[in-house]
C-alpha cells in the first residue's frame, strides 16, 4: 500500500471518527431520555406485578378465614370478610366472596341487601352472578325486579347461561300468573339440541304440571 493510500485512510477514519463524535453529541441526551424510560417502565411493570401478586395473596388469606368462619357457622364474621373483598375489586376473589354472599342469603344464614354488592361488566361470573341474584329476588323481592331484560338477554342462545336464566325465567313467569312465556321459556330449553337430558326432564315436568293446572 503506498503514502498516499494509507494518508487517504487515515482522513477517512478520521472523517469517519468525527462524524461518529458528532452523531453522539447530536443525539446522546436523546438516548439518555430512551434508556430512562425503559428503566422506568421496566420498574413499573415489576412494582405493579409485585402488588397484584400481593393483593391475590392478602384476598386469597381473606377468603380462607371466611370460609373458616362459615364452617364454624360464624356468619356475621365471615360476611364482614366476604364484604371487604368484594368492594375491593381486584381481584377473581372479589367474584367468588359475592356468590357466597348470594349462598348465605338464599340460605337465610344473613339479611343483606344484594344491590350494595359489586361485580365487573366483564367479569368471567358476571352472569352467574346476575342470575344467582335474580333468583334471590324472585323469592324474596318479585315485584321490585327491575332488571328483567338484563335477565331475557342472558336467556339468548349465545350465552353460556342461557339455560339457566330460561329456568328463571320460567318460574318468575309463574309466580307472575304468565304461563305462557314460562312456556316459551321452559320450551328453548326441552327444544335445544345441546342441554342435557336432566334439564330438559325438569323442564317437561315442570311444563306438565303447568298444563294440567290450566
Not at 354472599?101 to 346476575?130: A, E, M, P, R
Not at 325486579?145 to 336464566?165: G, M, Q, T, V
Amino acid at each position: 500500500m503506498s503514502d498516499d493510500q494509507n494518508l487517504i485512510k487515515e482522513i477517512d477514519e478520521e472523517v469517519r471518527q468525527d462524524n461518529y463524535k458528532r452523531t453522539w453529541s447530536k443525539y446522546k441526551k436523546y438516548f439518555f431520555i430512551l434508556v430512562t424510560i425503559l428503566l422506568i417502565l421496566v420498574a413499573s411493570i415489576n412494582f405493579f406485578k409485585y402488588n397484584k401478586e400481593k393483593k391475590i395473596e392478602e384476598q386469597s388469606e381473606l377468603f380462607y378465614q371466611a370460609t373458616q368462619y362459615i364452617d364454624q357457622d360464624d356468619y356475621q364474621n365471615a360476611e364482614k370478610i366476604l364484604k371487604k373483598i368484594n368492594y375491593s375489586q381486584t381481584t377473581g376473589y372479589s367474584d367468588l366472596s359475592f356468590l357466597y354472599l348470594i349462598d348465605l342469603v338464599n340460605k337465610k344464614k344473613i339479611s343483606l341487601d344484594l344491590k350494595d354488592l359489586k361485580v365487573k361488566k366483564n367479569s368471567l361470573f358476571y352472569g352467574l352472578i346476575k342470575l344467582q341474584k335474580f333468583n334471590n329476588e324472585i323469592d324474596l323481592n318479585i315485584e321490585n325486579i327491575d332488571n328483567i331484560n338484563e335477565i331475557i338477554n342472558l336467556s339468548k342462545p349465545s350465552s353460556n347461561w342461557k339455560y339457566f336464566a330460561h329456568e328463571l325465567l320460567s318460574s318468575y313467569y309463574l309466580k307472575k300468573n304468565d304461563s305462557e312465556n314460562a312456556l316459551q321459556s321452559l320450551n328453548a330449553i326441552v327444544n335445544s339440541e345441546d342441554s342435557s337430558e336432566y334439564i330438559q326432564e325438569r323442564a317437561k315436568t315442570i311444563i306438565e304440571m303447568i298444563k294440567k293446572n290450566k
